[in-house]
């Protein structure tokens, strides 16, 4: 099994630039969530989703939109990206609370 | 709300030493689940322990012990002999019974494993 797949791992954007970051999960969870991680602040959610086609803010949403129209895939979007964007983001999956898998993370730099 | 606290951001010490990374909850809800993860230099988030918030019993894993203490709303990790791979960022992480299933993590401490 695969687990949780992120696309891309790496990318540079130039600011004003759109992206779509892909996550794919192979393990039939609900919940599905979008982190950031940035130096000295830990891991803060920026939007997640309890089931297909249903999406909510997280703790640092602005800047980002999200989709989950298949139970498999969320994408994170940004529609026009900032300096402030640059993070690592990943990705998880969970049944509820009772087991987080993890991707292996996007490294992403906006010049 | 929610909250974890991770007091110590960098921790030195020499290989063979013992090391206790402290762990610091806030949480309204009586069912939670609260959690340890480790990230090496290479990035990945690696699970290392899951306690529900019923289950006050220590648990020891090898080298690795968690100490929960509901009392005093703590969940402390200690690395006992430790060893240069174990160089890593450690975070704790807490989710609400209530909630949709949310992680909530702390900003971490970076052990640093010396030879």
């Known amino acids: 099994n695969a687990g949780v797949t992120q696309t891309p791992k790496f990318r540079v954007l130039k600011t004003g630039q759109s992206m779509t970051l892909l996550c794919a999960q192979d393990m039939n969870h609900e919940y599905m969530y979008w982190y950031r991680q940035d130096p000295g602040m830990g891991l803060r959610l920026i939007h997640y989703?309890?089931?297909?086609?249903?999406?909510a803010k997280g703790e640092v949403p602005d800047g980002y939109n999200v989709s989950r129209l298949k139970k498999q895939n969320f994408l994170l979007g940004l529609e026009s990206a900032a300096p402030s964007q640059t993070s690592v983001y990943f990705c998880?999956?969970?049944?509820?609370?009772?087991?987080?898998?993890f991707g292996s993370g996007t490294r992403l730099t906006v010049v | 709300a929610q909250k974890v606290t991770q007091a110590q951001t960098e921790i030195s010490v020499v290989e063979k030493e013992d090391v206790t990374l402290d762990c610091v909850y806030e949480?309204?809800?009586?069912?939670?689940?609260l959690f340890w993860y480790k990230q090496p230099p290479s990035g990945e988030l690696v699970f290392l322990i899951r306690r529900n918030s019923f289950d006050e019993q220590n648990e020891i894993s090898g080298r690795y012990s968690w100490n929960f203490q509901k009392s005093t709303s703590s969940f402390n990790f200690t690395i006992t002999a430790s060893q240069v791979v174990d160089s890593a960022v450690y975070f704790c992480a807490l989710s609400e019974g209530g909630s949709q299933g949310n992680l909530i993590f702390g900003k971490g401490t970076k052990l640093s494993v010396k030879p």
């Open positions: 949480t309204r809800d009586t069912t939670y689940y």
């Open positions: 989703s309890v089931g297909e086609g249903t999406t």
């Open positions: 998880a999956s969970s049944m509820r609370r009772y087991g987080y898998t």
